[in-house]
């Protein structure tokens, strides 16, 4: 059981929610994207993002349209986290009361980069966000196409996992 607990700690996936307590999810039925949506992605990691959420919200009862209830906006942005391991390598004399030393801190392993994707719905009447998510994720920079389109199947899934919000 503690193992479990532990794997599960050290997911590389987190989710945060975020949604108007005063918002009626059960008047969003049709959704569409903003037409000017910069993901921040590249064109197929987009396209296979946008092939994931189409899939995950239809399975919600929620049908594309071109007159929509909700407008989704999907934005992401790449960070590189701070190194925590290093070594500390050091030199040092001393004799008669008089010491001295050099020491430096040498980087063990590569940087940790991260990739955060923000889901944003917005009421297309009111013009008004009433649903976010905010993932972040591991990112492997030269991942297969199949690997990120898992990836990136697992992040949908994990977010549409908690819409609409339970009461």
Not at 107 to 122: A, H, K, T, Y
Not at 126 to 148: C, M
Request: aromatic share 10%; hydrophobic share 30%.
């Amino acid at each position: 059981m503690f193992l479990c607990l532990l794997f599960a700690s050290c997911s590389g996936l987190r989710v945060d929610y975020d949604y108007d307590t005063n918002a009626d999810f059960s008047n969003y039925r049709t959704y569409n994207y903003y037409s000017d949506m910069q993901t921040g992605l590249s064109d197929l990691d987009t396209k296979r993002l946008l092939r994931a959420l189409d899939s995950v919200l239809l399975s919600k009862g929620i049908q594309s349209s071109e007159e929509p209830d909700f407008l989704i906006n999907i934005e992401s942005r790449e960070f590189q986290l701070p190194q925590n391991n290093s070594v500390g390598i050091g030199v040092g004399s001393g004799g008669r009361n008089v010491s001295g030393g050099v020491s430096i801190g040498v980087p063990l392993g590569s940087p940790n980069r991260e990739r955060e994707i923000i889901f944003d719905f917005i009421d297309s009447q009111k013009d008004a966000l009433f649903w976010q998510a905010v993932t972040t994720s591991n990112y492997r920079e030269n991942a297969s196409p199949g690997t990120r389109e898992k990836i990136l199947n697992e992040i949908v899934g994990k977010v549409m996992k908690k819409y609409p919000p339970g009461k």
